[in-house]
């Protein structure tokens, strides 16, 4: 190594900081416009939605019927929404969205937001369920299995929408009504039925996507809300929490077991391996539509149904 | 969605910068490769790639640390980051290049990486919000830029590339021969130190948006491959920032194309480009000699 190369090497440093300035300079101008946009989006008058994930997504493209465009971005039953990562082609449709609707509570907090301020777009409004609910991080996020959340979540989007294209305020109304009464009615009769047949029935579950569902349809859940957690969370349960739920599996505490199929930990599967020893019936929940095609209203009814026969098998009655 | 790679190169560019997020990460993708450039250069230089990788690790637990108290997670990528960078730096003996003092500073650097790891769990734990945030902290997420970012990303960046042109002669001279540097008046043990929080401003700065993970990909693939290609210092640190620009850039628009996660596709190129320049070393040395197999003390 010679003497002679130590001075290069700081002009070398000089001339890497002019072209950080020089070319940041030259890159801000390079914005550029989408060939052909202006020919774009113009011809149909449908309100562009886009829902973080399809559960949401499901039930805005219900509401919206003709006049809306609906895209979800985690369509997928085996994504993990708490950790996806978000790509360029998600980007790109959330900078184009009239309405985008995010969960929030920390759920999709990871990536969502940032998308949304990396594209501003002042013809946007965005949609957080968590606001429309007044809840924040660190409370249990998964509200689409609470009947009265999702009930607050239908008249917020249709809200939204009548706020977009008040010309349409009536079409919107009429939607909604529809939803409601025929599209949910299913739904609506099971979560009645449950309630009135099986409340207080002492149930266990694997993580904390059931306890809004077990609220909902007045289950006691008896599992610690510490391990349900964190199973959500994908930290480590403790193992205090592991024993007392072994325990209640064992002396026959809970009735029925319920577990996310999409989320099953060793610590789980052993769990479900020891209620099928003990004669507990077990039932499955999933964390977004499943298959990825059903609508929302008849995921949860399949879902319910298995969970109304397996309180029928544990119960007797 | 995005319209898909046509060998159309001007539209394609259109399109893809016409999404504000792409623009912007274009931009911030520049600045980051530059700056993890030369200071990834020193470091793999200097034989300190061990703690830039914990110093890189420690941003994490300084993120959920922010986030528990409820400050930004930028104050504590860049508390724990140059935090880390001084207790390294502070606590390793004597200059750390002799083979006993890198042994010790070696031992050092794993136990502050190991306890920084259990700071980081604890702390996301007590927090009580989702993993999502860890997933943040170590992949980071370059889709999420807005403008203010960059602008703060480029005045970082000026400011530690002025302190590294400041320093940098005498730094090369120190990395190079610490010994003949302290003769000669070097204050070899200052520059490293001021070195190491340098380090760990980059760190801090470029995890925002790399994770905690990625970063270190940029501090180490670039300049280890430019140190293959040339012994030339000056050479080497022009082809570091060369590398980590054109690396960073056909990342960035693999990912956009491609739908892929911009780590994956960035540290591939990295590392294709380092495969390619060891194997073109190899094969013009044992044409040159003549004779396959032969090891070279680099």
């Known amino acids: 190594m010679s003497d002679t190369a130590v001075p290069q090497s700081r002009r070398r440093i000089l001339a890497g900081l002019t072209a950080i300035g020089a070319v940041t300079l030259a890159a801000s101008a390079c914005a550029t416009t989408a060939p052909g946009s202006a020919s774009r989006s113009t011809g149909t008058a449908k309100i562009v939605v886009v829902a973080a994930e399809n559960f949401w997504g499901s039930i805005a493209a219900q509401l919206g019927g003709s006049k809306v465009a609906e895209t979800s971005i985690i369509t997928n039953p085996d994504t993990d929404p708490h950790s996806y990562e978000a790509t360029a082609a998600d980007a790109r449709t959330i900078a184009g969205a009239q309405l985008f609707i995010q969960n929030g509570i920390g759920y999709d907090s990871s990536w969502a937001p940032g998308l949304v301020s990396a594209n501003p777009n002042s013809s946007r409004t965005v949609l957080t369920v968590g606001d429309v609910l007044g809840l924040k991080d660190g409370d249990n996020p998964h509200q689409w299995y609470s009947h009265a959340s999702v009930y607050k979540v239908i008249d917020a989007i249709t809200a939204e929408y009548q706020k977009i294209d008040p010309a349409d305020a009536s079409y919107f109304a009429q939607q909604k009504t529809a939803f409601e009464d025929s599209a949910l009615a299913q739904y609506n009769q099971l979560e009645t039925t449950i309630k009135a047949k099986y409340a207080g029935t002492p149930i266990g579950a694997s993580e904390s996507i059931v306890s809004p569902l077990a609220d909902s349809l007045g289950l006691d859940m008896l599992t610690p809300y510490s391990f349900l957690k964190d199973i959500s969370e994908g930290t480590d349960p403790t193992s205090a929490d592991k024993a007392a739920i072994d325990r209640q599996i064992r002396n026959k505490q809970i009735e029925v077991y319920v577990y996310n199929s999409q989320n099953s930990t060793p610590d789980i599967q052993a769990q479900v391996k020891l209620a099928q020893q003990e004669g ?38 | 969605m995005n319209p898909g790679f046509t060998w159309n190169i001007i539209t394609d560019v259109q399109w893809m910068w016409s999404l504000p997020s792409m623009v912007n990460a274009f931009r911030a993708g520049l600045a980051v490769a530059i700056l993890a450039g030369v200071i990834g250069w020193f470091m793999v230089l200097r034989r300190q790639s061990f703690a830039g990788h914990s110093i890189a690790v420690t941003g994490f637990p300084g993120a959920a640390a922010a986030v528990y108290l409820g400050l930004s997670a930028t104050v504590g990528y860049f508390g724990f980051c140059i935090g880390s960078a001084l207790v390294i730096a502070l606590l390793a003996r004597g200059s750390g290049t002799g083979v006993g003092e890198r042994a010790h500073s070696s031992a050092l650097i794993a136990v502050v990486q190991a306890f920084a790891l259990a700071l980081g769990a604890v702390f996301l734990d007590l927090y009580g919000g989702f993993l999502s945030s860890t997933s943040a902290f170590l992949f980071g997420n370059f889709l999420g830029i807005t403008d203010e970012d960059v602008l703060t990303l480029v005045a970082v960046a000026v400011v530690v590339l002025l302190a590294m042109a400041v320093i940098g002669r005498r730094l090369l001279f120190a990395s190079v021969d610490p010994a003949v540097a302290a003769a000669r008046g070097v204050p070899v043990r200052a520059l490293s130190v001021l070195y190491l929080v340098l380090l760990g401003a980059t760190v801090a700065e470029v995890s925002k948006f790399t994770g905690s993970l990625l970063v270190f990909a940029l501090l180490v693939m670039p300049a280890a491959t430019a140190q293959v290609i040339t012994a030339r210092p000056g050479l080497s640190l022009l082809y570091t920032v060369v590398i980590g620009v054109l690396v960073t850039w056909f990342g960035l628009a693999w990912a956009y194309f491609g739908n892929q996660a911009t780590g994956f596709t960035i540290t591939s190129l990295a590392f294709a480009c380092y495969v390619l320049a060891y194997a073109a070393k190899s094969v013009r040395r044992t044409l040159r000699q003549g004779r396959p197999g032969r090891l070279e003390v680099a």
């Open chain 1, 280 to 317: 507990i019936p077990v039932t499955t929940v999933t964390e977004t539509l499943s298959p990825a095609g059903d609508s929302f209203q008849e995921w949860m009814v399949g879902q319910l149904q298995d969970l109304e026969s397996a309180l029928a098998k544990a119960t007797g009655h």
